[in-house]
């Protein structure tokens, strides 16, 4: 890996895997300097202090001045904005890559608005714990895990080896989809998995009082297990459903029809259905289990 | 502790929970004897193997002959046929407890066959893991989870202290409460969340072959949190299901208006309702960290 290196990196956007991912540069010495780019002052204060940047500024336009590797790490309704932004100032034959859930969407607002020059090679290191803000980062944070590059048809080959690379350092296993493909497939892996674990956990804060202590106190029983992943970030979670609304509307349509079934087959007492969709969904654990994944 | 002690003890069902009780009973030698019934020669075969029991039977009238203490800890679809099998042999005095998921149904099917000098003491240990069988068990499964009684009005006092002070030895916090009370909060705490569970997970099960290896192999991202809980024990939940009916499908009522609300947040755009309702259920995650449930 000593021939990764990269002159200047700029994050935009460091959060919980833009810092992560600083880290994982830092620590393994590859780049000249990073320069950090966030929208509040708190934020840049609490990167300084923590020294994941040689240098902190709001101006994103600023920030990518010079640089080689541009990772976007912002939530996903800030990437047009950014892009427009960054467009004019991002130095011929950068690398420009970003971390987001939605896939599709960088190649609708991004890659319109980018020189021919820039090197585009949208990722998803899908791996996270349900913190946020650059305090809560740390670099094994991806180890293990699945990193998903989605290239542009045509795109640099050299450009993609060296974003491979980097994940590769992160120690994440990489693997190239496409875009579209992707959405569909975070949908059910992420998307939707989410969405249940909000609406549970909402339909929950909004009982009586005391029946929600008591929900809080028995929540081992398996509510608990919601509550974790429905303490994601709030305005990250908004923007990846505003942004694959359509492929996870799609599977939405498809567990409400199972989850309806389900319900009558309980209202009318027919216990086999029950049983047998509930030996069949043991499968998928082993099969998780044997990928290694649980 | 140590005037916690019954002559003979007989285990009804001798699956996972059932099985961690006998070997707490063995730990702190709280028993003379322990005799287990099961309808399965192979179950009756493991239990002998673990040396779990000091004598097995496939008869549960001849397992509780002379027992003090019967543990029911069967599905709960067998409730009714074992109290009919077991109420002419039970000994005079006996204390009958459980550890069903559903404690209304103790109160139907069980306690009108009971003779009345015995004392019934209906119980749910709230701990476990989605494994099943006796091989599963482990006596630390209980340890720092809650165990709730639902004293039948007028009961015996001495035989809830025995119960009581049973869960105790077996590490768990035991809170007594109404019995339908406690079936309307597992149903959210609990029953719900399998149900959502078994749901989307079963939804998953039913994908196009290459799409169901993609989701597996990407289930870290929020997917795989589920498959734990919906490799729960089938005929267990089919049984929880059926038995706590009314209360599930009450709260499921709940949440299908819910996320239909969301759904329709989704469909129009409406970002500012998704950001609220995902900030508001951080709340949830906090309090259950702060209640030390995490």
Redesign the interface.
């Known amino acids: 890996m000593s021939d990764l290196f990269f002159e200047r990196v700029a994050f935009i956007g460091i959060g919980h895997i833009g810092s992560s991912l600083a880290r994982v540069v830092l620590r393994d010495k590859l780049a000249g300097r990073i320069t950090a780019c966030a929208n509040r002052a708190e934020t840049l204060e609490t990167v300084k202090r923590l020294k994941l940047a040689d240098s902190v500024t709001t101006d994103p336009a600023a920030a990518v001045k010079d640089a080689d590797l541009v990772v976007l790490a912002t939530p996903l309704?800030a990437y047009g904005a950014v892009a427009q932004a960054i467009a004019p100032a991002l130095r011929p034959g950068a690398i420009l890559t970003d971390v987001g859930s939605v896939k599709s969407l960088v190649l609708r607002e991004v890659k319109p608005l980018l020189p021919p020059e820039i090197h585009l090679v949208p990722g998803h290191p899908?791996?996270g714990t349900?913190n946020s803000g650059p305090e809560s980062g740390f670099p094994e944070v991806f180890r293990g895990?699945?990193c998903?590059l989605t290239p542009v048809p045509g795109g640099d080959a050299a450009a993609l080896d060296k974003v491979t690379r980097l994940w590769q350092a992160a120690e994440m296993e990489v693997v190239t989809m496409d875009a579209e493909h992707h959405d569909?497939?975070?949908a059910?892996?992420?998307?939707?998995?989410?969405?249940?674990?909000?609406?549970?956990?909402?339909?929950?804060?909004?009982?009586e009082e005391t029946?929600k202590s008591?929900?809080?106190?028995?929540?081992?029983?398996?509510?608990?297990?919601?509550?974790?992943?429905?303490?994601?970030d709030?305005?990250m979670?908004?923007?990846i459903?505003?942004n694959n609304?359509e492929a996870?509307?799609a599977?939405?349509q498809?567990?409400?029809e199972?989850?309806t079934a389900?319900?009558r087959a309980?209202?009318w007492?027919e216990?086999d259905k029950?049983?047998a969709?509930?030996?069949?969904?043991?499968?998928?654990?082993?099969?998780?289990i044997e990928?290694k994944?649980?």
């Open positions: 309704s899908v791996a349900e895990r699945w998903i569909t497939v975070l059910i892996t992420s998307h939707l998995p989410h969405l249940i674990a909000y609406t549970i956990v909402g339909t929950a804060t909004d009982l029946l008591e929900v809080i106190k028995f929540s081992a029983s398996g509510f608990r297990d919601f509550t974790r992943i429905a303490a994601s709030p305005v979670w908004r923007d459903f505003l609304r996870v509307l599977v939405l498809r567990f409400n199972d989850l389900l319900q309980i209202r007492g216990g029950l049983q969709l509930f030996t069949r969904t043991r499968a998928i654990r082993r099969s998780i990928a994944q649980a």
